[in-house]
């Protein structure tokens, strides 16, 4: 499953601001609590995370834009190159912002398909994460794995997004 690669967890090189940690927790046991049926914790947890992302967005959504403004090629995912890698961990806002702007897309669409009645503010969230991923498309998350992603095409599908 998509998600589950996704729930492994992600870094910049500056070891992410913690904001996008507490994000990143909040999610991914959100995410478990889903899976194992436990639909109370979840929300819990969803609605955590998109607050720690709300947080991110709000301090750093003005140097992440500066960034994305400097670039004029779309930086690469997979596995990369060294300098490649470096070149990518120095847009460390915008790789934070756009990564904070997946997660509340995902957390808001996680809490909408729990109880759409319950959470349609959270279609307003989900739009807004959709909006700001899409402006901040050159935003890169590192996997664990050793490999980059990009938050734009993980919630846009690649169409929408730098190629």
């Not at 190159?81 to 897309?105: P, Y």
């Not at 307003?124 to 991923?133: E, T």
Request: aromatic share 10%; hydrophobic share 40%; glycine share 6%.
């Amino acid at each position: 499953m998509f998600l589950a690669a996704l729930t492994i967890g992600a870094a910049s090189l500056n070891g992410q601001v913690q904001c996008l940690k507490d994000a990143w927790e909040n999610y991914n046991a959100g995410v478990s609590a889903r899976s194992s049926g436990n639909n109370k914790l979840a929300v819990s947890k969803f609605e955590a995370a998109i607050q720690a992302c709300n947080l991110c967005i709000t301090q750093f959504e003005i140097d992440a834009k500066k960034q994305q403004a400097t670039l004029t090629k779309c930086p690469p995912i997979g596995s990369v190159s060294q300098a490649d890698k470096s070149r990518i961990f120095s847009n460390w806002a915008l790789n934070d912002v756009a990564t904070a702007a997946f997660v509340k897309g995902k957390s808001a669409d996680f809490l909408f398909n729990i109880d759409s009645n319950k959470h349609k503010e959270r279609t307003n969230d989900l739009q807004a994460a959709k909006m700001l991923v899409k402006e901040l498309d050159y935003g890169r998350c590192w996997d664990n794995g050793g490999w980059f992603w990009s938050p734009c095409k993980a919630l846009l599908g690649d169409k929408e997004c730098c190629q």
